[in-house]
């Protein structure tokens, strides 16, 4: 048995001999030794072999308590480097992905349980053993440790458990002086991967970090449905079209942990019949073409989930008192039927009305109003968070480029400016629209300003151009050049200047005057009067 001590000193030369001059003198070994500096003491942890049984110790307290300027001796049941070993050890195997370390022989310094498990084989089998003793893949780390990088290359290894498919990184280890003393590989799962890319890509994993703001409003209305998300009142999120408000939904669903599915459903969308028989199911044999053994409503399917029902307000009386009575019950009972069937799920609404007015108008239930309307969040539109505008640019451009699986242009200072001029009746939704469309026409590596069409542009432009829909066999650029053209004539044509042009099409004035350039159009075709004109 080793001991294993902490001797304190005030700092001086020759500690460190003395120590070992007087465990040498008494026939003991030092196994390891560290010394960490303290203001002016010096700690030394050593551990001793030979220290085998208690009169050992005592003997060894005994002379070391000798030695000039000891302050104190403690015996400790771990020394620092071996504590921070163990440290190291801990966090290798909790992470997910298959860690391998060797030394500049090929010998291998640090497996995690991850990469044991992969490989088939226990991490103390294989450290301070070779690549070549294990039959391990070693030759991306025999190739890091003559020099070379490698990034994200895919291997197979076939096991006693079956093939084992992985994405590899390695790294060559350099000293101070640059010279190489071993290598480090990362392997990444490839089922992890997919399962993490699908994980990223599924609408049902929406979290709250999806939602993208810093403006003061949207960033309270976040922290709200954070606090509120893993309690089953009722939420009522309150907001224009476009806003998000689905989002919302999705992320409270998910940050609630309910074990059930996120059930959404448009009451706009459905007639009033239909719409009960999708929410609260309908017995067997009640509707002629109907499922024989009748049908469970979305209620019933969302057990122990969520509710969405969005554009609540569109919803008619007589639906609004069926989901009253479900709501005070917790209770389904489907048309046609007599069984009440017991639910829990949580009831998430959603409105771009004033439920206020259509309550006083008797368009609405002033009591399912309270019902519903116990955890209000209201989300701002976009026209009141201009400085969010940028950061949603660049979210929209990310998610697209990784839907196309290709890299996707930015955009320029004037194309962001003409998007924070615009007022954004459809809201996020309409600036996710403008910006795709945008990157998709855009031929360049940035996206300038006349890559941006607004909805309305579109339908005067487009739409409403004499011969534009009839030229098919012309390329979308140059049909996207044509109506630019004569939006920047048009504009001219009905302006005093060239500045009130620009403020018409919602752009710069050195952006007109570029586009003026491009296409080749003279000043003057801007005078429309004898009067002067607007500065």
């Known amino acids: 048995m080793n001991a294993k001590l902490k001797v304190s000193f005030k700092d001086r030369i020759g500690i460190v001999a003395d120590i070992s001059r007087l465990i040498a003198q008494h026939g003991m070994n030092i196994a390891s030794m560290e010394v960490v500096r303290e203001n002016d003491e010096a700690h030394v942890y050593v551990e001793v072999e030979g220290a085998a049984s208690a009169v050992d110790q005592t003997a060894l307290f005994s002379f070391l308590g000798t030695i000039r300027d000891i302050l104190k001796i403690d015996l400790i049941h771990m020394l620092p480097m071996e504590e921070q070993a163990n440290r190291l050890r801990v966090v290798l195997d909790n992470i997910s992905d298959g860690v391998i370390s060797v030394d500049k022989s090929g010998t291998i310094t640090t497996m995690n349980a991850v990469a044991g498990g992969a490989f088939g084989i226990t991490v103390d089998d294989a450290v301070g053993r070779n690549l070549n003793q294990l039959d391990l893949p070693g030759y991306a780390l025999v190739k890091c440790l003559e020099g070379a990088k490698i990034f994200n290359v895919k291997q197979n290894r076939i096991t006693a458990k079956g093939r084992y498919q992985y994405i590899s990184t390695c790294k060559p280890i350099r000293d101070s002086s640059g010279e190489i003393i071993g290598a480090v590989e990362i392997a990444k799962d490839i089922q992890g991967i997919k399962q993490l890319a699908q994980s990223i890509s599924d609408p049902r994993q929406i979290s709250f970090s999806d939602i993208i703001g810093n403006n003061a409003a949207i960033k309270e209305a976040i922290a709200f449905a954070q606090k509120i998300a893993d309690n089953d009142a009722a939420v009522s999120l309150r907001g224009a079209s476009g806003t998000g408000k689905e989002l919302f939904a999705r992320a409270i669903h998910t940050a609630s942990r309910r074990s059930g599915p996120f059930i959404p459903i448009n009451c706009a969308a459905l007639p009033e019949q239909l719409l009960e028989s999708e929410l609260f199911g309908y017995a067997r044999g009640t509707f002629t073409g109907g499922r024989k053994e009748g049908k469970p409503g979305l209620f019933e399917i969302a057990q122990n989930g969520t509710v969405f029902l969005d554009e ?224």
Request: charged share 25%; with cysteine; proline share 5%.
């Open 312 to 535: 609540i307000a569109e919803m008619p009386l007589g639906s609004q008192a069926k989901l009253l009575r479900l709501i005070q019950e917790k209770a389904v009972r489907r048309v046609g039927g007599s069984e009440e069937i017991h639910i829990n799920v949580r009831l998430i609404t959603a409105t771009n009305k004033n439920l206020e007015r259509l309550v006083e108008e008797k368009m609405f239930r002033q009591d399912l109003y309270y019902r519903i309307n116990v955890l209000p969040i209201h989300i701002p539109p976009l026209n009141q968070r201009p400085e969010d505008i940028s950061m949603l640019v660049e979210h929209f451009l990310f998610q697209l480029g990784n839907k196309l699986e290709n890299r996707v242009p930015g955009l320029d200072e004037e194309a962001l400016w003409k998007l924070k001029s615009h007022d954004w009746p459809g809201n996020v939704r309409e600036l996710k629209n403008v910006v795709n469309r945008a990157a998709i026409i855009c031929e360049t590596d940035t996206i300038g300003s006349d890559c941006i069409f607004f909805s309305h542009e579109l339908g005067q432009g487009i739409i409403n151009s004499a011969g534009f829909k009839r030229q098919s066999g012309r390329s979308l650029k140059e049909l996207v050049a044509e109506l630019e053209h004569r939006m920047v004539m048009d504009a001219l044509k009905q302006s005093k200047s060239i500045r009130q042009a620009s403020r018409r099409l919602q752009i710069s004035h050195p952006a007109l005057l570029k586009k003026m350039r491009k296409y080749g159009i003279q000043r003057s075709i801007r005078i429309i009067s004898t009067g002067p004109p607007n500065p």
